[in-house]
């Protein structure tokens, strides 16, 4: 744990901030496909009937003159979106692609961040504003640093590597909160296959 990776990842800009995407891409099941598009709309009535509260207490987030927008399509498939507002970009992972992309708020155009990224699934910024990325293939947390470091947080639980860190958060305290399940050691399609050495689990840093 804490150990350091020296290698600066391609396309890392210290200076430049997030940006954010939520799953709008069509996933295919095969190896041999190729990415797909669906036709998108966008609402023209206001409020949003896409949009549904299910919460009450997140009502007053609610913006009912604003609508879905798609970002980007062209995917496999995409999730862990992480907004970097200070930037005004958004990065979330592309996983069968192996890649890390980015959309800029200002350009709004598309571009790859991370490229391999080791499968990476949820991304999430700690209380510092650093990138925190769950890696399929290495089993591992790790934090992207200012100067583009990767520093490796966690990747085991008593001398017994994780299956494939998937969903992550950070909270207020400063703690790292993610799931553990089997995902990307079931196949090559999101990662590599590997025997499990750990039950499905929640684990914090």
């Known amino acids: 744990m804490n150990q350091e990776d020296k290698k600066k990842p391609p396309g890392f800009d210290a200076t430049r901030r997030t940006t954010l995407l ?3 891409a069509m996933a295919t099941t095969a190896l041999t496909a190729k990415a797909q598009s669906f036709d998108f709309k966008a609402s023209q009535r206001y409020p949003d009937p896409n949009v549904q509260v299910l ?3 997140f009502l007053k987030y609610r913006l009912y ?3 879905v927008e798609q970002l980007a399509t062209g995917f496999r498939w ?3 979106p992480v907004w970097f507002g200070d930037g005004r970009y ?3 992972s ?3 692609n192996n890649r890390i992309m980015r959309w800029d708020e ?3 155009t598309t571009s790859v961040f991370r490229n391999p990224a080791n499968f990476t699934n949820g991304l999430a910024r700690d209380r510092q504003g650093r990138l925190i990325a769950c890696e399929h293939l290495t089993r591992r947390i790790t934090r992207t640093e200012y100067d583009g470091r990767i520093t490796v947080l966690a990747d085991n639980y008593n001398g ?3 299956n494939s860190p998937n969903d992550i958060i950070c909270k207020s305290d400063g703690s790292i909160w993610f799931t553990d399940p089997p995902f990307g050691i079931a196949g090559e399609w999101e990662g590599d296959k590997q025997t499990s050495e750990l039950p499905h689990a929640v684990y914090r840093i």
């Open 106 to 108: 200002v350009t709004g």
């Open 90 to 92: 958004l990065l979330f």
């Open 160 to 162: 017994k590597r994780f």
């Open 65 to 67: 003159s604003s609508t």
């Open 94 to 96: 592309d996983i069968p």
């Open 22 to 24: 939520g799953g709008l």
């Open 78 to 80: 995409v999730e862990g």
């Open 55 to 57: 919460d009450n207490s």
